[in-house]
């Protein structure tokens, strides 16, 4: 358990803050390029880390994130006028740039432009996404690259849904290997035919379904790394062999979730505020593999109605919510679907939303699967401390090689280690990615 002060530190977000400070120094999605497409169109409300922006794409496809209050009374300009080369406030007309400066006051018999700058953020677009830097200007690092540089927007699947619980609360389900022998289950699972891969090597996706469920109390093995940590979960399957899923965790907000043969999939979980946050999701829409190596889609023998694999670019609608109870179902909940609720994302919405926007960690009672959640925390904690003191975050510097982070799933080879999986080193990647071979 975490102590109230610890708890404190870990959630609050806001300017100011000590976790608020840490996470302005990483660039942080603010939006999603689809909801800015076009050049001189309307603006998107965004409020991010407590703030309170709007942004806008002016006539050169420049994305300017500014406050969304103009200096001059504090009218919205959300409500603004998108003129191609500024936002012009439409209560008297004061007109800003993408970096936030004055560049028409006609509402003034003398202008002073040149004493009026308002707040706005750097801003850089990668993978459907509007990533924003909130830090100070002399702390800036390059963009940090997890393999979407360098393409076009549309060869990536970039998605977000809005989750009403603090950021690290809903980041904690991404990182819980022992949940899924649970909160995802259903009574089908035992149905399912085998089909010959529980042996060393790649199993099918349906087979992991079985696994999950045969074997619900995993063992941890976490591994340090220089952007957080590898962590693998641990499992015996029906025919004796050893099955894991690894998860990365790269600081301050980033998942890869594993999957078979090794996940391309980046999720992050960006505080809205203290209270509620985003799930960003970017994917490549053509993912390497070669050999299909897992087979068909995991969620194409289970029974939820809006699987993953469903989401298309863009917001993601809320259907089952906490208002509705989720739309349980508690004769499907005896029957059928484990949880009773039938949206696979929405099973994870629905347990961490329950806790309450802000969960009172002082009242946990830890367990041995709780290792990767305790140790997020205790990174994030000690560089939010750390950077009070004058130290430098972790993982901030845009010059390391973020796009080598990968989640894997695998039953291991006799005498094979997991920290592989998933790596430059590992043969699967270097056949997926066209990188070259180490041997072996």
């Not at 924003?132 to 800036?140: I, K, L, Q």
Request: one cysteine or more; glycine letters at 10%; charged letters at 25%.
């Amino acid at each position: 358990m975490l102590k109230a002060e610890e708890n404190e530190i870990l959630t609050r977000v806001g300017p100011g803050t000590l976790m608020g400070e840490l996470l302005r120094r990483y660039w942080t999605p603010a939006c999603l390029t689809a909801e800015i497409p076009e050049p001189g169109g309307a603006p998107a409300r965004v409020r991010l880390l407590g703030e309170n922006l709007v942004a806008y794409r002016d006539s050169s496809g420049r994305v300017g994130l500014l406050q969304e209050n103009c200096p001059h009374r504090g009218a919205s300009l959300y409500f603004g006028r998108n003129e191609g080369a500024a936002l012009r406030c439409v209560y008297h007309g004061w007109a800003f740039d993408t970096v936030g400066r004055c560049v028409d006051m006609p509402s003034e018999p003398q202008p002073f432009c040149d004493r009026v700058r308002m707040r706005a953020y750097p801003t850089h677009e990668s993978g459907g996404i509007v990533w924003a830097y909130m830090g100070p200007r002399e702390t800036m690092t390059p963009f940090r690259d997890f393999g979407t540089e360098g393409h076009d927007g549309a060869e990536f699947m970039a998605t977000k849904q809005v989750t009403t619980c603090n950021w690290v609360q809903a980041m904690e389900g991404n990182l819980d290997t022992a949940h899924i022998s649970h909160l995802h289950q259903f009574e089908g699972i035992d149905d399912i035919p085998d089909d010959g891969s529980d042996k060393p090597g790649y199993p099918s996706n349906a087979m992991s379904w079985k696994f999950w469920r045969h074997d619900r109390a995993p063992r941890l093995e976490l591994e340090e790394t220089w952007y957080g940590y590898r962590y693998a979960g641990v499992r015996a399957t029906p025919n004796g062999n050893t099955h894991v899923r690894v998860t990365a965790y790269a600081v301050p907000y980033s998942t890869m979730v594993a999957s078979i043969p090794f996940s391309v999939g980046h999720g992050m979980f960006v505080p809205i505020d203290d209270e509620n946050c985003w799930r960003y999701f970017v994917a490549p829409k053509v993912r390497p593999n070669p050999r299909n190596l897992g087979g068909a889609n995991l969620f194409s023998l289970a029974p939820f109605s809006t699987p993953i694999s469903a989401y298309t670019d863009g917001i993601i609608p809320r259907r089952y919510t906490a208002e509705n109870d989720y739309l349980i179902e508690r004769d499907t909940e005896r029957t059928g679907i484990f949880s009773g609720v039938s949206d696979f994302v929405s099973q994870d919405l629905m347990v961490t939303e329950s806790m309450g926007p802000i969960y009172d960690r002082t009242q946990e009672q830890l367990g041995s699967t709780d290792r990767a959640i305790s140790r997020m925390r205790h990174i994030l904690i000690s560089a939010a401390k750390g950077l009070a003191e004058g130290k430098t975050p972790p993982a901030v510097d845009g010059g390391l090689d973020y796009t080598s982070i990968r989640g894997a799933e695998k039953i291991l080879e006799p005498g094979e280690d997991w920290r592989l999986l998933g790596t430059d080193d590992d043969p699967v990647v270097q056949e997926a990615l066209g990188y070259p071979t180490t041997g072996g």
